[in-house]
């Protein structure tokens, strides 16, 4: 959806005049209301007071910029910040109707005015082979927190936002309500628990079999100790996460049958079945995708055949031959993408750009992989949203209403999402740094 022009670029000059503040000229008409909303996403972006408006010096940088800016007071920007968020939330909300997959992660969080928080953060790939974060929700969340309550409230956000079809998974901690959670959410949504990748589970896996068979008592108490815990905690595989493993194009099946060996042992009958019902969920993922494309990919034939060749006499046969072409065919790229060379073991490649190159080389392997690698291995992004609230939060703005709160913290990921290029002032090389910065000369102790 394209977003119409902010601001046309003013010509600024000096003009004299009886104030002591030098002021500029615009060459062009100026439009208050334009510089308002610019200012009500920076207080947003920035964390900024509403105060600031109402500031000398900001009034006297406005008046300087344009003679013509009207005085704006913190109740008027607070509104305009607030119309800013329902705006830019419209506009993702178009955004995510084009979006097939949304993974999810959330928390909880307490702030200073002792109200309860919950955060909703929506993670996604766009057309462009790029990860998406945006932050959908932060709603104040009654006592108790139960698992019911957990539910209900997102899965409220989840209806206000129109994307109960598009959820992928959730990711949440390990909290005991948030198991509570997932079992009120089972008859509402259709995903799987998915905490952390598969790489990361089957190195926690060795590093406790190390501290076992290491020399130390206290490391073989405490690794077997840990292999209770981790025990229990894997218990239930989580098929999402190897099937996402599986299209880092370095790992693929090869990594998950040596992890299933180092878990489950090698050439055991638990390995083999675990293999079998990996490679079984991949077919059928890959079968129903292919079935997907078939069906929109029939409608548009059918619609082209009546237009333009409708007169030509399709047989039956003919389709029943084309259709079985078209499976071996499609079969084969799960195959290919399988049985191709992995890609280099390097740490520094980029999965996205990866299947952004190699999109029509496996068209349908690819539209699988937008919906797994998507989704987040743990609920950080939930959490450093709990940073940027705890700024706004402070001791001098703690008196904000809930409704405000989601509408600064809501917006400022909306508009920071949305506009990539906001540094747009390059750093001098000779310019001072600042004192945070300043590394300080070592100082030698000298021994007399």
């Not at 969340?141 to 998974?169: F, Q, R």
């Not at 083999?272 to 292919?290: G, P």
Request: glycine letters at 4%; charged letters at 25%.
């Amino acid at each position: 959806m394209a977003r119409a022009a902010i601001q046309t670029t003013l010509e600024l000059r000096k003009t004299n005049g009886t104030s002591s503040v030098p002021t500029m000229s615009p060459s062009i008409d100026y439009d208050q209301g334009i510089i308002k909303e610019l200012i009500a996403k920076m207080i947003c972006v920035h964390e900024y007071s509403f105060r600031m408006v109402e500031h000398e010096w900001f009034n006297i940088l406005m008046k300087c910029m344009n003679p013509n800016y009207k005085s704006i007071g913190r109740k008027a920007i607070r509104a305009e910040c607030l119309r800013v968020y329902k705006k830019e939330k419209e506009v993702l909300k178009s955004v995510l109707r084009g979006v097939s997959s949304i993974s999810l992660t959330t928390d909880l969080w307490t702030s200073n005015q002792t109200l309860s928080y919950m955060c909703v953060v929506a993670h996604y790939i766009d057309d462009n082979w790029k990860i998406q974060t945006r932050v959908l929700g932060f709603l104040e969340l009654d006592p108790p927190h139960t698992g019911i309550v957990i539910a209900d409230a997102l899965y409220a956000c989840v209806t206000d936002w129109n994307i109960e079809t598009k959820v992928m998974s959730i990711t949440l901690d390990n909290a005991s309500n948030n198991d509570g959670a997932i079992e009120a959410l089972k008859a509402k949504l259709f995903y799987r628990r998915g905490m952390l990748v598969m790489t990361l589970k089957t190195n926690i896996f060795i590093a406790i079999k190390h501290a076992i068979d290491s020399d130390s008592e206290h490391y073989k108490q405490m690794g077997e100790d840990m292999l209770d815990k981790f025990d229990k905690y894997w218990e239930e595989r989580t098929d999402y996460m190897v099937i996402a493993t599986i299209f880092d194009p370095r790992y693929k099946m090869n990594y998950i049958e040596w992890a299933f060996g180092e878990l489950y042992g090698k050439e055991t009958a638990r390995l083999r079945n675990e293999m079998s019902d990996v490679k079984k969920q991949l077919e059928a993922l890959y079968d129903k995708c292919v079935a997907q494309d078939k069906r929109v990919g029939n409608g548009a034939s059918s619609s082209s055949t009546t237009t333009s060749i409708h007169s030509i006499p399709v047989q039956a046969g003919y389709q029943s031959f084309l259709s079985a072409r078209l499976t071996r065919v499609s079969k084969s790229e799960l195959r290919n993408y399988l049985e191709d060379e992995v890609a280099a073991a390097d740490t520094c490649l980029d999965i996205l750009d990866w299947w952004k190159i190699n999109a029509l080389r496996y068209p349908i392997m690819a539209k699988i992989a937008k919906r797994f690698l998507a989704m987040p291995a743990t609920s950080v992004s939930s959490e450093s949203t709990f940073s940027t609230t705890g700024r706004i939060l402070d001791a001098y703005q703690s008196s904000l209403k809930p409704v405000m709160v989601e509408a600064l913290v809501c917006a400022a990921s909306y508009i920071k999402g949305a506009h990539v290029d906001l540094n747009m002032v390059p750093r001098d090389e000779n310019e001072e740094d600042d004192v945070e910065t300043i590394k300080l000369p070592v100082v030698e102790e000298i021994n007399d």
